[in-house]
């Protein structure tokens, strides 16, 4: 585990990594805004062809049932193999959903096979459809 400081967010940083290669890893920069595996950035220098879905979610049901006003995510799939490249969360249900993100990008589970995966409802799971 290590502690850094960013030039965006003024107290600790910590990053867990865990996962198989060192390029993946969860970012954890305040409770509720947690990141795994490739930034949108370390993607594209990879080479990786791949694409983006992401929107904010302060008008969906968790944010809107608890006033959350600042919530969304971005989620990078890669075209050819539909593998998970990345996840990045904001918001308060941030912590449970990305691990199902950490867990498909460990396991190599395809997008289309955690999109079609169901979730209790209500519960910030049941988003995920909706992310990829």
Known sequence: MALAK???FTGPVIVLTFLPSCEKSILFSRADDPSVGLSEGTARQHGSRFRIKGERTSKWYFSRRV????????????????RILGGHILGGGAKE???????????????????HTLSAYPSH?????YML
């Not at 006033?67 to 539909?82: K, P, Q």
């Not at 799971?125 to 459809?129: E, F, P, Y």
């Open 6 to 8: 960013t030039s965006w």
């Open 67 to 82: 006033g959350e006003t600042r919530s969304g995510y971005n989620a990078l799939v890669e075209e050819d193999t539909d």
């Open 97 to 115: 959903v990305i691990n199902l993100f950490a867990l498909a990008i460990r396991l190599e589970i395809p997008a289309r096979d955690l999109k």
């Open 125 to 129: 799971s049941s988003d995920v459809a």
